[in-house]
């Protein structure tokens, strides 16, 4: 139980590019998915939280107009990297927990902006 | 503020050996505590984690971890190291009900044949 999954794992774009990375919990509702990004050799920034049917609560320093977060459904997250630029390639990794319980993480998403 | 702080960037172990992978946390308030491990370019996977009850926790593929509240303490252990346990390791705190997991650096772990 309680898989999560990520698509796409892996993604390079051009400069300028928008990119939409969505999140699943497969076999339960997440109520509540949050956004990490995490760089090499480093621990995980979390970015945003994100509950089912509201606006997303970002991180101080994390532009919203830049990373628009969506969640539709308690099932279903979606990042879009709007605009993306060689800065923001990155792993990008999602979790998702059930009523403020323990967070289950996706296996990432690798981004690479050229 | 809540922190997490893993003093160990790497930890080595021989196979068969125990090992223990070092977190000292900080909270205002009641500690939720958690590991993770995670290997090369996959997303992080839950491995045990501390609410309340008793202090020696156990969780997946043989690893336990044990909650110290006067050292402010919950090092992850394992008996005996495999070689498949090489990864990297996170411990994560957040306070009591609901709130934002703060996470620890990381500790490689590296386990040798």
């Known amino acids: 139980g309680a898989v999560v999954s990520q698509h796409p794992s892996r993604v390079i774009c051009k400069s300028g590019t928008s990119v939409k990375i969505e999140c699943r919990s497969l076999?339960?509702?997440?109520?509540?998915m949050f956004w990490y990004r995490q760089f090499p050799k480093q621990s995980l920034m979390l970015m945003a939280t994100s509950n089912e049917g509201s606006k997303a609560t970002y991180e101080q320093g994390v532009e919203k107009d830049k990373f628009l977060i969506n969640h539709a459904s308690l099932t279903l997250s979606t990042l879009t990297v709007t605009s993306a630029h060689p800065e923001d390639s990155s792993f990008y990794i999602c979790s998702a927990a059930y009523k403020g319980e323990t967070q289950y993480f996706g296996p990432g998403t690798r981004l690479l902006v050229l | 503020a809540q922190s997490v702080a893993q003093p160990e960037d790497q930890v080595n172990v021989a196979e068969g050996n125990p090992l223990t992978v070092k977190c000292t946390y900080s909270v205002s308030g009641n500690p939720y505590l958690f590991w993770y491990v995670q290997y090369p370019n996959r997303g992080l996977q839950f491995l045990l984690k501390?609410?309340?009850?008793?202090?020696l926790v156990k969780g997946s593929y043989g690893f336990e971890a044990e909650f110290n509240k006067s050292q402010t303490s919950f090092h992850l252990k394992k008996p005996s190291a495999l070689v498949s346990d090489s990864a990297l390791y996170f411990c994560?705190?957040?306070?009591?009900?609901?709130?934002?997991?703060?996470f620890g650096k990381g500790t490689m772990l590296l386990v040798s044949p």
């Open positions: 994560a705190v957040r306070e009591g009900g609901y709130s934002t997991l703060t």
């Open positions: 076999d339960f509702q997440a109520t509540t």
């Open positions: 501390y609410i309340t009850g008793d202090n």
